[in-house]
């Protein structure tokens, strides 16, 4: 059995990579942040306080979470309804990071990603899957690229994606969730010890599949 970490801050690339490794060797890919952006959506949907410690436990205890390949494609449904395309709504990207600064969130996530992870093969990406999901993981990838960069790539999935949104405004979301993740007390942003480390700055996707794959393929010798 394999797991394969992939961390790095938001724009990087990795979930692209990361579901793209999974299709080629035929293994699972976990989104876990898109599993904190459904406790943001949630959060957004009942108003309740995310700092009121009872309220947050109240929402996670009674979470109905679920993630299923559907036609070869990765769906998420929160209390049984798809919610893939809300949660990728710009809005709760920043719901997304603060909760998941909120260490009874993560404990709980975590909690879910370590039994599904424990069961398949699996390829997991996010902040902090390499340092505290899957310490153990037999691959770890930790990917970055510049600020500009990554704010513009996010610039063109959004308006791909027909959200009115401005380039500098995303840039400084990217900036300020970057300060947030890294500098969260409880399992922050950061490259893990044994963890390989990619720019992806200045290229391309097939470039950097192919460097993982190599990664991979070492490991395993």
Do not use: W
């Not at 959004?158 to 405004?169: E, P, R, S, Y």
Request: glycine share 6%; proline share 2%; hydrophobic share 40%.
């Amino acid at each position: 059995m394999i797991n394969i970490a992939i961390d790095g801050p938001s724009g990087s690339g990795k979930s692209t990579l990361a579901k793209l490794i999974a299709k080629k060797r035929g293994i699972l890919y976990l989104d876990t942040g898109a599993m904190y952006r459904c406790v943001g959506l949630k959060v957004k949907e009942t108003g309740i306080d995310m700092y009121n410690e009872e309220s947050l436990q109240n929402l996670l205890d009674n979470l109905k979470l679920d993630i299923k390949y559907i036609d070869g494609e990765q769906k998420v449904f929160l209390d049984g309804k798809n919610v893939s395309a809300k949660i990728r709504e710009h809005d709760i990207s920043k719901l997304a990071s603060d909760v998941s600064a909120l260490p009874a969130c993560r404990i709980k996530l975590v909690e879910i990603q370590h039994q599904i992870a424990s069961r398949n093969d699996c390829i997991l990406d996010g902040r902090d899957i390499g340092t505290f999901v899957l310490p153990n993981a037999d691959v770890k990838i930790f990917l970055t690229a510049d600020p500009e960069v990554r704010a513009n790539r996010r610039y063109k999935e959004l308006k791909a994606k027909g959200q009115d949104v401005h380039f500098k405004t995303v840039l400084r979301d990217i900036i300020e969730r970057d300060r947030n993740d890294s500098q969260r007390a409880f399992a922050p942003l950061k490259k893990a010890d044994d963890a390989c480390e990619l720019d992806t700055s200045f290229l391309s996707v097939e470039d950097v599949l192919n460097k993982i794959e190599e990664i991979i393929n070492k490991k395993g010798e």
